[in-house]
């Protein structure tokens, strides 16, 4: 009578095939020539390279926020309205309210197909030709808009620069994610929010000052043409950055990975910093490539120790509950929501450029508090602020009378503080931290698309909304605010203040201790678990040089325990 077979001997021949594979991996990883790390050497380097991608990234997101807002008073505009009369909103033309929200709301649906069209093209394109395709469709975009003369000419424009918005917001995160440090990750990309803020209130004031040359079609085609400026930045600067290096490694560009990392650094390539971080990154690749093969969309439905599809439909939901709190009521609306409140049109425009300056200011809030604060927490202050606001804003709007009205301009300035503390940039810092390398691209397309999903949604409903019910629509808001209090706090982990590929091990304990990755995250000793998960099961390999000959060499038993165990790494010492 036969023995069953054990474990070991049940899955050896899968995990030998692994091995191999992974093995094949690891030795790509001691090819490295100095001479070809030389040749792709960045010219610019450390505090300079860093400058100039969070001038680039900080450029296109400055874009996104000249787009959202100048539309806000350009759709109350006499001469916009003599060229487009079909969004004339007047008792007589009942549908015009909505099709005065189709008009804004368009660009999202360009924006959605733009973010999923990153799903295919990301990847194989790259994070830099992917900005710049972005940027190129905009600048068409852009040309196309400012040229209209027909209703159906315009949406067709809006739809067309929508489409490299997409692109752009669904990569410029992750790009910037991928070349900063981890240290200075969370406030180098909330920056890249206050300048969302920085280009709505731009927006805002150049259509207050355009709003007097009210002879002339050039009220609107010039705002709308000055966007040119910063996507011709944008277009112009990419090129002369490096690609991210973790899509360098993923896609064999070894020499050209370590040159940009030693770059990123400003130390040599040598240096125990920058091949700590090479391996971090080669290990990862290595491992997910030998247990998944090539990247796919099917990979963000899987869970295992890569918990792909939890942190997918994080990312989602973050993106989602980002519009659904109501801001693009605020930044799309200012202008008509302050004429709502009783003010003259052009008071109602100093109001709203005012608003939008406030709005930059308090940004700066959550540029200083990311790193101190964390993640969550301002979350959770920025959707509790949110719901008390749209909530008075209920009660006033149902007082109805002068002194109400004056409170609840006041507090439309508060919305837009709690939003910049809580949700300005933190949803696109949070979606580029939490996807793994393998699906950061797909992954971070899906949450963009999300997005601007909901965008349309809250933008195309107001309008009509606060034509039928009034003051009521805030209550909506107010509901909507205080249900992502219980989400962020039950469901979503602290990512800051580690390397994005200790995010991978935070989920990867958590799934083999069978623990919420949101206590995993949050445990005081999450940084010494991550330690000691590497160094004990397998370390980096040798990080202190770039040759074999350096004593520490791969060991099947560790690479098995890698594939079998979940073990974040691939080496273990010799010495």
Same mark, same amino acid.
């Given at each position: 009578?036969?023995?069953?077979?054990?474990?070991?001997?049940?899955?050896?021949?899968?995990?030998?095939?692994?091995?191999?594979?992974?093995?094949?991996?690891?030795?790509?990883?001691?090819?490295?020539?100095?001479?070809?790390?030389?040749?792709?050497?960045?010219?610019? #380097?450390?505090?300079?390279?860093?400058?100039?991608?969070?001038?680039?990234?900080?450029?296109?997101?400055?874009?996104?926020?000249?787009?959202?807002?100048?539309?806000?008073?350009?759709?109350?505009?006499?001469?916009?309205?003599?060229?487009?009369?079909?969004?004339?909103?007047?008792?007589?033309?009942?549908?015009?309210?909505?099709?005065?929200?189709?008009?804004?709301?368009?660009?999202?649906?360009?924006?959605?197909?733009?973010?999923?069209?990153?799903?295919?093209?990301?990847?194989?394109?790259?994070?830099?030709?992917?900005?710049? &395709?972005?940027?190129?469709?905009?600048?068409?975009?852009?040309?196309?808009?400012?040229?209209?003369?027909?209703?159906?000419?315009?949406?067709?424009?809006?739809?067309?620069?929508?489409?490299?918005?997409?692109?752009?917001?669904?990569?410029?995160?992750?790009?910037?994610?991928?070349?900063?440090?981890?240290?200075?990750?969370?406030?180098?990309? =909330?920056?890249?929010?206050?300048?969302?803020?920085?280009?709505?209130?731009?927006?805002?004031?150049?259509?207050?000052?355009?709003?007097?040359?009210?002879?002339?079609?050039?009220?609107?085609?010039?705002?709308?043409? &000055?966007?040119?400026?910063?996507?011709?930045?944008?277009?112009?600067?990419?090129?002369?950055?490096?690609?991210?290096?973790?899509?360098?490694?993923?896609?064999?560009?070894?020499?050209?990975?370590?040159?940009?990392?030693?770059?990123?650094?400003?130390?040599?390539?040598?240096?125990?910093?920058?091949?700590?971080?090479?391996?971090?990154?080669?290990?990862?690749?290595?491992?997910?490539?030998?247990?998944?093969?090539?990247?796919?969309?099917?990979?963000?439905?899987?869970?295992? #120790?890569?918990?792909?599809?939890?942190?997918?439909?994080?990312?989602?939901?973050?993106?989602?509950?980002?519009?659904?709190?109501?801001?693009?009521?605020?930044?799309?609306?200012?202008?008509?929501?302050?004429?709502?409140?009783? *003010?003259?049109?052009?008071?109602?425009?100093?109001?709203?450029?005012?608003?939008?300056?406030?709005?930059?200011?308090?940004?700066?809030?959550?540029?200083?508090?990311?790193?101190?604060?964390?993640?969550?927490? &301002?979350?959770?202050?920025?959707?509790?602020?949110?719901?008390?606001? =749209?909530?008075?804003?209920?009660?006033?709007?149902?007082?109805?009378?002068?002194?109400?009205?004056?409170?609840?301009?006041?507090? *439309?300035?508060?919305?837009?503080?709690?939003?910049?503390?809580?949700?300005?940039?933190?949803?696109?810092?949070?979606?580029?931290? &939490?996807?793994?390398?393998?699906?950061?691209?797909?992954?971070?397309?899906?949450?963009?698309?999300?997005?601007?999903?909901?965008?349309?949604?809250?933008?195309?409903?107001?309008?009509?909304?606060?034509?039928?019910?009034?003051?009521?629509?805030?209550?909506?808001?107010?509901?909507?605010?205080?249900?992502?209090?219980?989400?962020?706090?039950?469901?979503?982990?602290?990512?800051?203040?580690?390397?994005?590929?200790?995010?991978?091990?935070?989920?990867?304990?958590?799934?083999?201790?069978?623990?919420?990755?949101?206590?995993?995250?949050?445990?005081?000793?999450?940084?010494?678990?991550?330690?000691?998960?590497?160094?004990?099961?397998?370390?980096?390999?040798?990080?202190?040089?770039?040759?074999?000959?350096?004593?520490?060499?791969?060991?099947?038993?560790?690479?098995?325990?890698?594939?079998?165990?979940?073990?974040?790494?691939?080496?273990?010492?010799?010495?």
């Amino acid at each position: 009578m036969s023995l069953p077979p054990t474990d070991q001997e049940k899955y050896w021949p899968s995990i030998a095939e692994k091995t191999d594979a992974v093995q094949e991996q690891i030795n790509q990883q001691f090819d490295l020539d100095p001479a070809d790390i030389a040749i792709h050497a960045p010219s610019l #380097r450390g505090r300079k390279l860093t400058a100039a991608v969070a001038f680039v990234a900080g450029t296109g997101f400055t874009l996104l926020g000249y787009d959202q807002g100048v539309m806000s008073s350009l759709i109350t505009g006499n001469q916009f309205e003599a060229t487009f009369p079909e969004v004339v909103v007047e008792a007589s033309h009942p549908n015009h309210a909505t099709l005065q929200s189709f008009t804004i709301a368009i660009y999202e649906v360009g924006c959605l197909f733009g973010a999923l069209s990153n799903l295919w093209v990301g990847d194989k394109l790259g994070r830099r030709r992917t900005i710049a &395709l972005g940027g190129s469709i905009m600048m068409i975009g852009a040309i196309l808009q400012t040229t209209a003369f027909s209703f159906a000419h315009l949406i067709f424009a809006r739809i067309f620069t929508g489409c490299g918005t997409g692109l752009i917001t669904s990569t410029v995160p992750t790009y910037h994610a991928e070349l900063s440090p981890s240290a200075k990750r969370g406030r180098m990309i =909330m920056m890249e929010g206050t300048l969302i803020v920085a280009g709505v209130a731009i927006a805002y004031w150049i259509d207050l000052a355009l709003f007097f040359v009210n002879w002339s079609s050039a009220q609107w085609r010039v705002p709308i043409s &000055l966007q040119l400026v910063f996507e011709i930045i944008v277009v112009a600067c990419i090129g002369f950055l490096p690609e991210s290096p973790r899509w360098l490694v993923k896609h064999g560009r070894n020499a050209e990975a370590m040159a940009v990392i030693s770059a990123m650094e400003d130390k040599p390539p040598s240096d125990p910093e920058v091949q700590r971080t090479y391996y971090g990154i080669r290990e990862a690749v290595a491992v997910e490539t030998s247990t998944t093969g090539q990247g796919s969309l099917r990979e963000l439905i899987t869970g295992g #120790r890569s918990q792909n599809f939890r942190r997918t439909v994080i990312a989602v939901v973050c993106q989602m509950m980002q519009q659904l709190t109501g801001i693009n009521l605020v930044t799309y609306y200012a202008t008509i929501l302050f004429q709502r409140l009783g *003010l003259s049109d052009v008071n109602a425009r100093i109001t709203a450029a005012a608003n939008g300056t406030e709005y930059f200011l308090a940004s700066f809030i959550a540029y200083y508090a990311i790193d101190y604060v964390g993640r969550r927490q &301002l979350m959770l202050i920025g959707a509790i602020g949110q719901s008390i606001v =749209m909530l008075l804003l209920a009660i006033l709007g149902y007082i109805n009378n002068g002194p109400a009205q004056i409170v609840s301009v006041v507090l *439309l300035f508060g919305f837009n503080t709690f939003f910049a503390i809580g949700w300005l940039g933190m949803a696109w810092l949070y979606c580029a931290e &939490l996807a793994g390398l393998r699906t950061r691209a797909q992954a971070n397309a899906l949450s963009t698309a999300s997005n601007w999903t909901f965008n349309f949604v809250v933008v195309m409903v107001v309008g009509p909304s606060f034509n039928n019910i009034s003051w009521r629509t805030y209550i909506v808001f107010a509901a909507l605010n205080a249900a992502i209090v219980p989400v962020v706090y039950f469901f979503f982990p602290e990512t800051g203040g580690r390397s994005l590929e200790d995010l991978d091990v935070v989920f990867a304990l958590a799934h083999t201790a069978g623990e919420d990755p949101v206590k995993v995250s949050l445990r005081k000793d999450i940084r010494k678990d991550i330690h000691q998960n590497r160094n004990n099961n397998v370390a980096f390999g040798n990080r202190w040089g770039l040759a074999r000959s350096q004593g520490c060499v791969p060991k099947y038993s560790a690479v098995s325990n890698t594939i079998q165990f979940g073990s974040s790494c691939l080496f273990e010492y010799t010495r």
